[in-house]
T-cell receptor, first 113, second 114 residues
């Protein structure tokens, strides 16, 4: 068990470019979550998966955002046509079930120039 | 809408002091409450999880309590050390909406000085 792994750790991109982040959860965890955190704030929920099914999406997740978990293992979060307001830390978390502890990765820090 | 508030926003204490961090939430219909620690530029580390039926949880020098009826939780840190310096976040899992997400407070930034 190596914990939740996120790549890359940092991403700098120009406005209008597409970016993709990857999350590898703890192997036996069936739930995977994406959160976004801006400076001085707590994380905000974006979406979650149970196995390969995406079961809930926040209204924060605009049409430019898409997340997948094709085989119920790793997940990707893609942001198309990035905007400066997308600059934030993107955090992935996993859990064994709904009522269990969430374990977070180290996050991907996105800077949109 | 659930709101989670943490007071104080920042706290500085001398090493060895016992301290209490506070978390309040407006909707008491929760599954559980979780306390996290976050170091600068890093992800979150889970500290303690309290189910709605529980009153407290302990791990080492940490003790978290939950009073669901009043919408409050406290995190007690005994004999603080410089290594405890970090931001502490509480988060609640609401029953409303299926209980599929955590709602976080904005955190308390703790500094323990030598």
């Amino acid at each position: 068990d190596t914990g939740v792994s996120q790549n890359p750790r940092h991403k700098i991109t120009k406005r209008g470019q597409n970016v993709t982040f990857r999350c590898d959860p703890i192997s036996e965890h069936n739930r995977l979550y994406w959160y976004r955190q801006t400076l001085g704030q707590g994380p905000e929920f974006l979406t979650y998966f149970q196995n390969e099914a995406q079961l809930e999406k926040s209204r924060l997740l605009s049409d430019r955002f898409s997340a997948e978990r094709p085989k119920g293992s790793f997940s990707t979060l893609e942001i198309q046509r990035t905007e400066q307001g997308d600059s934030a830390m993107y955090l992935c978390a996993s859990s064994l079930g709904g009522a269990e502890k969430l374990f977070f990765g180290s996050g991907t820090q996105l800077s949109v120039l | 809408k659930q709101e989670v508030t943490q007071i104080p926003a920042a706290l500085s204490v001398p090493e060895g002091e016992n301290l209490v961090l506070n978390c309040s939430f407006t909707d008491s219909a929760i599954y559980n409450l979780q306390w996290f620690r976050q170091d600068p530029g890093k992800g979150l580390t889970s500290l303690l999880l309290i189910q709605s039926s529980q009153r407290e949880q302990t791990s080492g020098r940490l003790n978290a309590s939950l009073d669901k009826s009043s919408g409050r939780s406290t995190l007690y840190i005994a004999a603080s050390q410089p290594g405890d310096s970090a931001t502490y976040l509480c988060a609640v899992r609401l029953i409303t909406g299926g209980g599929n997400k955590l709602t976080f407070g904005t955190g308390t930034q703790l500094k323990v000085e030598l």
